[in-house]
């Protein structure tokens, strides 16, 4: 039995760190927290001083008994979870549920996964930070309340199953509040004016007038103006400028950067960073700081001069701007800046480079620019065209590495280099435009810029960014956007040759994909909350509460005096309104049917966004029609709803099903029967007629009729979500692109189906035939129990191939629908006996 027990949060963190340990080492992974506070009730006591209720789930329990033995047995336990608070929390739990002799106990810390910091570590112990243990309690509890006292008004006053948090519910509130903007956004027009000019040794290059033009009328003058001109340099300036690096990576920045250059989510970015340090080659992915240590800055400057040369070396402190940053912690960087490009899956690759150059670039030269301002003048007036260039005269930072702007960031104007000029040197013009252009409503938010609007309102942390965001998605609350835009006209008018003409042209604006849109239901709960519950979702105090929780981490603040402090308000105002509040639904009255004067408005179903025709008062029931997936309450017109009236619309019958026309959750189809046929993706529910509806129904058929047969059961193939597929015996088999798939023979399709066979056999790892009862692997290394339509997913912890028939039962049996009793006949009641 080895001597040393260290405990880590995830398994691939335990394999890396038992590489750099001996063989009195011996590293088991806590598989994140072993402790929480129960799914099913609050589990916090307000009357006991906000006590928090921990319990261990039942699929930890085998885990902390396995813990628990080591631990008694080994002569030292180091508890090595990450150097955040939540880290700070499972070391707690842990030496809390095993019971941890304080005397051979130790908690170290690192922020990277290497030999020497493991060794540096070891020799550094430290006891547990019950400050930062406490702010994380003070989160984790302060959202509980949160979440578990605004949940059920939800569910009373607009729909079940909703859900509110602290941090989540102000993000949609930022996301909300901005798409109002840009529905109420009245665009402006004026006229922009570019002009094309060739200097005497024949060089051409653009310039700009920087003055609009209201009206058309207004740029047509000021273009007649220049006909007959006489064009010459009036003034040329050269200034010498520089950029400078950006700092490296935090949590935030490293989001957006990784959003921009790479496309890739919040989410993708963090799983990937976390694969990267758990194999060692960054430090801590969970950061505020800019901060670099003295071994890493002298690392990168030994790298940049045996790359690229003394010159291009400067070192450099950043300091960072965070609110709430901990500036003892480091940066992201990798843990060997000579390591540029070690051997790595896809993802993962992309994102170290990334990581690689911003930390070289941080401690490089600035990038030395020559920047050339010319000043054009005409004959006939006195308004003067600018042209601006860039040259690089020593390239510095920029040899390696260059950070990528938001759109919402004004582009620096410049037009590369300008040829050759001097002062008073005759320019030949080619043509003058004036375009029409608008004013732009502001942008919808991506993912990572939400990020930057909360880290610079100090909400949230690095840790909760992530989640937060999958969070508003997974609820329903926020999508991503799929507005295709529409056509606008624009007007440009052209002096060219000695006169000037006037051309009418279209541009798409609008086109928003990708973005983050609220949903019909993120907007009536987010209009709720913040008429309910302002102090909630103000975004001050969300940032202040925030403050506080560093202020609890710092030990300068009491946690549970703040949740006091937070609770007397809170839970008095949440009773009012949920005794008290109208129900929400989003109502919004179009006016009124022409034929029976029914009163027509949209609100929020039981089903999702829905026009109604009619009130609960009228003697007449309402009639209903669901909007379609690319409408919204706010947005959707009277002419747009009565439309929907029309669905679904009957177009004839075909083999003797009826056929109808129809929108459902993805999008139109038709209806044959009991089967369903997809329409094109240019095609309306509304303007589809039989014709074409039975040509999709024949091709259909024809896509469904079998191919082959094989063990007397039919072979058909088909396209889906993931792809082409044959499907037999009700198994879906994918079909790659080794195979053609549109001349499948048969010999391909035997080795497709025997291919899928013995996966699936492959698959098992336990099987008990009599039973019907089987475990089989899964994703991300899990394993599920199945029987038959009962499926009970395992945790990464526990050992499948262990488990025995009596404890899979178990599982079913808990997991499976509990049957409904037959009804008991009612007891007679007993009649007293007369004495």
Request: hydrophobic share 35%; net charge neutral.
């Amino acid at each position: 039995m080895a001597k040393n027990l260290v405990i880590v949060e995830s398994p691939a963190k335990a394999k890396t760190i038992e590489k750099f340990l001996g063989k009195d080492f011996k590293v088991e992974s806590s598989f994140g927290h072993i402790a929480d506070l129960p799914s099913k009730e609050l589990g916090v006591d307000v009357e006991k001083n906000f006590e928090p209720k921990y319990i261990v789930d039942k699929d930890k329990q085998a885990l902390v008994k396995k813990l628990k033995t080591l631990a008694d047995k080994a002569d030292i336990i180091w508890l090595a979870s990450d150097e955040d608070r939540e880290g700070e929390a499972i070391s707690w739990h842990l030496a809390e549920e095993l019971k941890l002799d304080k005397k051979k106990t130790r908690r170290i810390v690192f922020n990277s996964i290497t030999k020497s910091a493991i060794q540096k570590a070891i020799e550094n112990p430290r006891e547990i930070n019950y400050n930062l243990v406490n702010a994380q309690q003070a989160r984790r509890v302060l959202d509980r309340l949160v979440g578990y006292e605004l949940s059920p008004v939800l569910w009373k006053k607009i729909k079940p199953g909703l859900s509110a948090g602290r941090v989540q519910s102000v993000a949609v509130r930022l996301i909300v509040e901005r798409e109002r903007d840009i529905e109420g956004f009245a665009p402006e027009a004026s006229f922009k004016i570019s002009a094309e000019f060739k200097t005497e040794e024949g060089s051409i290059f653009t310039a700009k007038l920087y003055k609009t033009f209201a009206t058309q009328s207004a740029a047509e003058k000021f273009l007649t103006q220049n006909i007959g001109a006489d064009f010459s340099v009036g003034n040329l300036d050269k200034k010498p400028a520089k950029k400078s690096p950006s700092a490296p990576f935090t949590t935030s920045t490293l989001q957006q950067e990784a959003s921009r250059k790479l496309y890739f989510s919040v989410g993708r970015t963090m799983q990937v960073a976390q694969r990267l340090y758990e194999a060692g080659l960054i430090t801590y992915m969970r950061t505020d700081s800019v901060n670099l240590s003295g071994e890493a800055i002298s690392a990168a400057k030994d790298a940049i001069i045996d790359n690229y040369g003394e010159k291009y070396s400067t070192v450099r402190n950043f300091k960072g701007k965070s609110k709430g940053a901990q500036e003892a912690h480091e940066a992201i960087r990798p843990t060997e800046m000579t390591n540029s490009s070690p051997s790595l899956e896809r993802d993962q690759s992309k994102l170290y480079d990334l990581i690689w150059k911003r930390t070289i670039a941080s401690q490089m030269s600035d990038a030395q620019l020559e920047r050339t301002n010319v000043k054009i003048k005409a004959s006939t007036h006195s308004e003067e065209f600018t042209a601006n260039g860039e040259v690089i005269k020593f390239d510095g930072f920029l040899k390696v590495y260059l950070e990528s702007s938001d759109e919402e960031d004004t582009p620096e104007e410049q037009d590369g280099m300008l040829p050759a000029m001097k002062v008073g040197e005759t320019l030949l013009n080619n043509y003058i435009s004036a375009t029409e252009r608008f004013t732009r409503p502001p942008y919808r938010f991506t993912e990572a810029s939400l990020v930057k609007k909360l880290e610079e309102l100090g909400i949230g942390r690095p840790s909760t960014y992530a989640p937060t965001i999958s969070t508003i998605q997974n609820r329903g609350y926020v999508e991503k956007g799929t507005i295709e835009g529409i056509e606008r006209k624009y007007v440009q008018l052209l002096l060219e040759s000695g006169s000037v003409k006037a051309r009418k042209l279209t541009e798409t604006v609008g086109s928003d994909k990708g973005k983050m849109v609220p949903t019909d239901i993120g907007m009536i709960v987010t209009d709720f909350l913040v008429s309910h519950f302002g102090n909630i979702l103000d975004y001050n105090f969300t940032a202040r509460v925030e403050e506080e929780f560093d202020e609890i981490a710092e030990g300068d603040e009491d946690w549970q005096k703040v949740m006091k402090n937070f609770y007397k308000d809170f839970h008095p105002t949440v009773l009012d309104v949920e005794e008290n509040a109208d129900r929400a639904s989003g109502e919004r009255v179009l006016g009124e049917d022409p034929k029976s004067g029914r009163q027509v408005s949209v609100r929020l179903g039981r089903f999702g966004p829905m026009v109604q025709m009619g009130t609960v008062d009228d003697e007449e029931k309402p009639k209903f029609a669901s909007l379609l997936p690319d409408q919204s309450l706010a947005t959707i017109t009277y002419d747009e709803a009565m439309e929907l009236f029309k669905l679904p619309r009957k177009l004839g019958v075909f083999e003797g099903e009826e056929v109808e026309a129809n929108v459902g959750r993805y999008g139109p189809y038709v209806r044959f029967g009991k089967k369903f046929v997809s329409l094109g993706k240019d095609e309306s529910a509304f303007e589809v007629d039989f014709e074409r509806a039975v040509e999709l129904i024949k091709e259909k058929q024809k896509a469904d009729a079998p191919i082959f047969s094989y063990e007397d059961k039919d072979v058909t193939k088909g396209t889906g979500r993931f792809g082409p597929f044959i499907k037999w015996d009700g198994m879906f088999i994918n079909v790659n692109k080794k195979y053609d798939f549109d001349n499948l023979s048969e010999a391909d399709v035997i080795e497709l189906i025997e291919a899928k066979k013995q996966k699936e056999i492959d698959k098992v790892v336990q099987n008990w035939e009599e039973e019907g009862i089987r475990i089989e692997k899964a994703r991300w290394g899990r394993h599920n129990i199945i029987k038959g339509k009962t499926k009970v997913e395992l945790a990464k912890s526990v050992d499948a191939a262990a488990m025995s028939l009596k404890e899979a039962q178990a599982l079913i049996e808990k997991k499976a629908p509990k049957k409904k009793s037959a009804k008991k006949a009612p007891k007679k009641k007993k009649t007293a006996k007369k004495k």
